[in-house]
């Protein structure tokens, strides 16, 4: 599957307000997770589990070619 970059978008929204409802532990937080994370799921034709793996496949996949270890 390409990825695009509204599916770019949507993963970076989802790390970050997985971030800030696990820093903050504010209901908006959770519910913008909740929010990008079905917008994933709409992107990807994936259901739950699987867009979020998606997410952290990409991320690891960003890391790996940025040289972050």
């Known amino acids: 599957m390409p990825v695009t970059s509204e599916i770019k978008y949507i993963v970076d929204q989802i790390v970050i307000a997985y971030c800030n409802y696990k820093k903050f532990r504010d209901e908006k937080f959770g519910n913008d997770f909740e929010d990008f994370t079905s917008r994933l799921?709409?992107?990807?034709?994936?259901?739950?589990?699987?867009?979020?793996?998606?997410?952290?496949?990409?991320?690891a996949a960003q890391s790996k070619h940025r040289g972050v270890a």
Do not use: P, Q
Not at 43 to 52: C, K, N, Q, S, V
């Open 41 to 59: 799921m709409d992107a990807t034709g994936l259901d739950r589990e699987g867009a979020l793996e998606y997410a952290v496949n990409f991320l």
